[in-house]
């Protein structure tokens, strides 16, 4: 018990710390995917991808057949999607954050199966898959 009382404010930054390295993993929307499930999922064909990426960064190197809406236009965009809201909603951004954030928004729109790629296009690079211009 001595050994905790003496040592309050350094448990107290182990344990603050610890959370702050959860939280993502907690607050996670929507399915996770790697880029091999992915794979799997685009190669069945009843899969809509979305790059929330902005426009810059989707000219760059893109999943093929994906469509450029930007996290930032998602809210006003978000009925070009209407038609795949009972397919499955593939969300890719560069590192996978922004795409979290963008599954939040479809699952609160009503979309039912929505998945997150897993470490985003950088991802899908480090697998050696293919990007389309």
């Known amino acids: ?6 040592n309050i404010f350094v448990i107290g930054i182990v344990a ?3 959370g702050a390295l959860l939280w993502p993993v907690l607050t996670q929307r929507g399915k996770r995917a790697t880029a091999h499930e992915v794979t799997v999922l685009i190669n069945g064909g009843k899969a809509t991808i979305v790059d929330v990426r902005d426009a810059t960064e989707f000219a760059n190197g893109h999943l093929a057949n994906a469509k450029n809406i930007p996290l930032a236009d998602l809210d006003s965009r978000i009925g070009e999607l209407e038609k ?12 996978g954050a922004r795409s979290g954030a963008a599954a939040g928004k479809l699952l609160k729109a009503g979309f039912t199966d929505v998945v997150n790629l897993d470490g985003g ?3 899908w690079q480090k697998a050696n898959l293919p990007l389309v211009k």
């Open 1 to 6: 018990m001595k050994f905790f009382i003496d």
């Open 16 to 18: 603050l710390s610890g």
């Open 121 to 123: 296009v950088a991802a």
């Open 84 to 95: 795949a809201k009972s397919k499955c909603v593939i969300l890719v951004c560069q590192s």
